[in-house]
């Protein structure tokens, strides 16, 4: 069987290796390591003078001198790595045992060296000397040469026998390899541990591949690149300017090996263009490659409605990849026509006048002439005076693309108006008053300004500008406006009447809510003299505490949610949230006296920075929506103990109120806590009551600094 020679030395010195170890050992009888040479293997044997003799084991660096039998001292030792040497046999080396000297002993192998005579590569007329080329014929005269498995060139350019062009005991022919390189030339027999005779001198291979042009230029991407020369079929690989690498399997070579052609990404970039040969070799062309780019030869129309298309013409316009209008506004690709001519895109809305950009892959550009957006105008309003509160008519032309509406007194209102609308329908803000244009503001900023005058009369009715967001039940609510003091009375839901009041003025109202106001996220009613009725912005009316700090929140269900439980359930239904936000919902009939609800561990976002066990509390916000429950447990798990507290039942207060459990009410078997940052483990609640059905929400159980009787549960 043939062997290539990196594999040959490999397998067959490893064998031989695994072989001996275990009679060759690096290390002392105590078992430390030692740093002796230690010679397992060596070879070949028979061996060829003029070849190489190799020595495998283990600390061969330290080998200083080999010596043949004859008393032939070699020094000059290739040292592979510390565990292989080798040497070339000289000619007039004789059979014997070989010594491996080192600093401080010798070794001296068990076997003979003993030598293969036949083959030769004859020293006068040995091989061919002259420049060869990849394809030339190269020629090995000697003898038994018809032993000869491989030719092997500079490198590992191997040609293996089979391929060999003729083969004699004296002679063997071979072509030059694409990857052979100039250097000395070698012959195996191809045994597991091969003889290798090489040249005396070094066999001179040149590189013959030249270029001449490249074509076309400018080459459009996603076409053809046709590259001109000498001897291209050398070539391996087309290393195009952005470093993108075409290999050899996506390279065309013509017939008479002048000409190659490789396919142009569409990624590609300008620049210079490299090859690479089968040696190794690298050239470059003087001349840099250029790129075929889209053109604009016009754009319509030249006024444009944003959201609407804008149609390009021009050349090569199926390499566009984007189109950018001004301000960096993206614009969206549409139909291109079948003969790249034509390509419409459709106007962002929030582009403005400009020019209009188009974009490649391969960064190449096209840039239109400026084109003109469309603006609305106005044919009318109507009417030109009016009471503030009251609505004014806007008609006029392309109305769709306006968003918002200024009055007087830098007073705005948001518009939407439908798909071709021909007018708004604006309510004038209740605090406008005063003379002035209107302005119309559109998608894309665009400001245009009425020619007419706009006459705002003060209203007396009524208008709120806010009112305190959440409030609990008998607190003060804080409402500001204008023209508050025509206030006659304010309704809550359901139809409950405020009776107590703080301060009142004609911008500022002090109103209690009513202890009987239905609680949640709701609105007022306001009523003026004149009988009209003003509804407040939504706010919440909440027996909850306000969350002084989120970041102690440790169970919101809203990310911070339950890994276990045995019933309930994250909900948000907007009839029982308290903000808007999720919360854990229990409506299921509960085990006696155990049902886990929620929990986590490992102190996952608990945090417990600065909370102290004295002064501070766990709160909870909860919602019981039928009768009142049983108890609860809320349980925190560490390596100072295993602490509960026993909550009392909840009541049904008609709404959202919160509960405060001390840190001082846990404890483990009558011991309190002591260091909340130990709580490292399991924490969570579980019902604790009676087997009964229980309906309530909870929501942002958190750690907070409170004040109150040490070891107290209060519910409020």
Same mark, same amino acid.
């Given at each position: ?97 070989? @010594? ?53 060139? /500079? ?16 002679? +063997? ?30 066999? %001179? ?27 291209? *079929? ?11 690498? +075409? ?6 070579? =013509? ?53 609407? @298309? ?12 984007? !189109? ?14 079948? =003969? ?15 020019? &209009? ?56 209102? =948001? ?9 708004? *329908? ?15 503001? %559109? ?8 020619? *007419? ?17 959440? &409030? ?43 202890? /009987? ?16 009725? +003003? ?27 339950? #890994? ?28 006696? #006296? #155990? ?20 002064? #501070? ?9 039928? !009768? ?51 709580? *490292? ?13 229980? =309906? ?21």
């Amino acid at each position: 069987m043939r062997h290539k020679i990196n594999k040959i030395l490999y397998a067959s010195v490893m064998a031989c290796f695994l072989s001996t170890v275990i009679f060759f050992t690096g290390c002392t009888p105590t078992g430390e390591v030692s740093l002796t040479p230690v010679l397992s293997v060596f070879g070949p044997s028979p061996a060829l003078r003029g070849g190489e003799l190799k020595f495998i084991g283990s600390n061969l660096d330290k080998v200083t001198a080999i010596v043949l039998a004859g008393n032939l001292e070699i020094t000059e030792i290739t040292k592979i790595s510390s565990t292989e040497i080798s040497i070339v046999i000289p000619q007039n080396a004789v059979p014997g045992t070989v @010594i491996l000297k080192y600093s401080g002993g010798e070794i001296t192998t068990k076997t003979p060296l003993t030598f293969s005579e036949p083959i030769s590569i004859d020293e006068t007329n040995g091989y061919t000397t002259a420049t060869v080329k990849a394809g030339d014929i190269f020629t090995i005269n000697g003898d038994y040469l018809n032993l000869i498995a491989q030719v092997i060139f /500079t490198d590992g350019a191997m040609v293996d026998s089979a391929d060999f062009i003729s083969q004699t005991r004296k002679k +063997i022919e071979v072509f030059v390899p694409k990857t052979a390189k100039t250097g000395k030339v070698a012959i195996s027999n191809g045994a597991e541990i091969p003889v290798l005779v090489y040249t005396s001198g070094v066999a %001179t291979v040149m590189d013959p591949t030249t270029l001449t042009a490249i074509a076309p230029i400018p080459v459009k991407p996603g076409s053809d690149l046709t590259i001109t020369g000498t001897y291209m *079929d050398l070539i391996k690989t087309v290393i195009l300017p952005d470093g993108n690498k +075409i290999d050899s399997a996506n390279i065309a070579i =013509n017939a008479a090996k002048t000409q190659i052609t490789v396919k142009v990404p569409l990624t590609a970039k300008e620049g210079k263009v490299k090859v690479q040969t089968y040696s190794g070799t690298e050239m470059i062309f003087a001349d840099s490659m250029k790129l075929v780019g889209p053109s604009i030869t016009s754009v319509s129309p030249m006024l444009v409605k944003n959201g609407g @298309i804008l149609t390009v013409t021009g050349t090569n316009l199926d390499l566009v990849t984007g !189109a950018t209008f001004s301000v960096g506004i993206a614009g969206t690709l549409g139909t291109l026509s079948t =003969n790249n001519t034509s390509l419409e895109i459709t106007v962002p809305m929030t582009a403005v006048d400009g020019t &209009v950009v188009l974009g490649t892959n391969s960064g190449l550009t096209a840039t239109s002439t400026a084109i003109t957006f469309v603006k609305p105008t106005f044919t009318s309003i109507s009417p030109l005076s009016l009471t503030a509160g009251e609505t004014v008519t806007i008609t006029g032309t392309d109305l769709d693309l306006v968003r918002k509406v200024k009055f007087i007194g830098d007073l705005s209102v =948001n518009v939407s108006p439908a798909v071709g609308a021909a007018s708004i *329908d604006v309510i004038v803000p209740a605090s406008g008053a005063g003379t002035g244009s209107v302005t119309l503001e %559109t998608v894309n900023g665009t400001q245009v300004v009425s020619a *007419d005058q706009l006459v705002i009369i003060a209203a007396t009715t009524p208008a709120i500008t806010s009112v305190t967001t959440s &409030v609990k039940p008998g607190g003060l609510m804080t409402i500001t406006g204008k023209n508050l003091n025509y206030v006659e009375s304010i309704i809550f839901p359901t139809n409950v009447k405020a009776v107590l009041y703080g301060v009142r003025s004609e911008n500022t109202i002090e109103v209690y809510v009513p202890e /009987t106001a239905k609680k949640g996220t709701t609105t007022f009613t306001m009523n003026s003299f004149d009988g009209k009725e +003003i509804v407040s912005p939504t706010f919440t009316i909440s027996g909850t505490d306000p969350v002084v700090d989120a970041s102690y929140v440790f169970f919101n269900f809203d990310g911070k949610n339950s #890994w276990w439980g045995d019933k309930g359930a994250v909900e948000n239904l907007a009839e029982y949230s308290l903000d808007g936000s999720s919360y854990f919902r229990i409506n299921d009939n509960m085990n006696p #006296w #155990w049902t886990g609800l929620f929990w986590r561990n490992g102190k996952n976002d608990l945090k417990t920075d600065g909370v102290t066990v004295a002064g #501070w509390s766990v709160k909870m916000d909860v919602n019981v929506i039928e !009768a009142s429950t049983g108890d609860f447990k809320f349980r925190f798990k560490g390596t100072e103990g295993d602490f509960w507290a026993v909550i009392p039942g909840f009541a049904a207060k008609g709404g959202w109120y919160t509960v405060t459990i001390p840190l001082t009410s846990f404890n483990d078997a009558g011991k309190l806590m002591v260091d909340m940052s130990t709580m *490292d483990s399991d924490f969570g609640m579980a019902y604790a009551g009676p087997g009964e059905h229980v =309906n309530m929400c909870i929501d942002n159980i958190r750690f907070e600094q409170t004040s109150g009787p040490s070891g107290v549960l209060r519910l409020y």
